[in-house]
Nanobody, 123 residues
Framework: EVQIVESGGGLVQAGGSLRLSCVAF????????IGWFRQAPGKEREGVAC????????IYADSVKDRFTISSDNAKNTVYLQMNSLNSEDTAVYSC????????????????WGQGTQVTVSS
């Protein structure tokens, strides 16, 4: 059974940091690129960052470049999202998803999704 589980969300003050984790089960992790997405209330889901199956390539949304870092530990089937200098606009439910293709910001491109973890940034 395929399962993706996110953790690490919570309440943080503006300027603070959080590290999200995404653990995957039930498919060959090494064959999938992993993306982080977020959805704020009343807004569409948007791609935040993605890492290739090998871990050698990453992409970021302009809104998080130089603040967020995506990394992977394939031995643990885990992808991380280190988020620094958080602000209120980063408040959202963060989800990770797996695609057997290349990294993309399009949600329909992904095969498997987690349930998400809430990140709330207080100003």
């Amino acid at each position: 059974e395929v399962q993706i589980v996110e953790s690490g969300g919570g309440l943080v003050q503006a300027g603070g940091s959080l590290r999200l984790s995404c653990v995957a089960f039930g498919f060959t992790f090494d064959d999938y690129a992993i993306g982080w997405f977020r959805q704020a209330p009343g807004k569409e889901r948007e791609g935040v960052a993605c890492i290739s199956s090998s871990g050698g390539s990453t992409i970021y949304a302009d809104s998080v470049k130089d603040r967020f870092t995506i990394s992977s530990d394939n031995a643990k089937n885990t992808v991380y999202l280190q988020m620094n200098s958080l602000n209120s606009e980063d408040t959202a439910v963060y989800s990770c998803a797996a695609t057997s293709g290349y990294c993309s910001s399009y949600v329909y491109y992904y095969d498997y999704w987690g349930q998400g973890t809430q990140v709330t940034v207080s100003s």
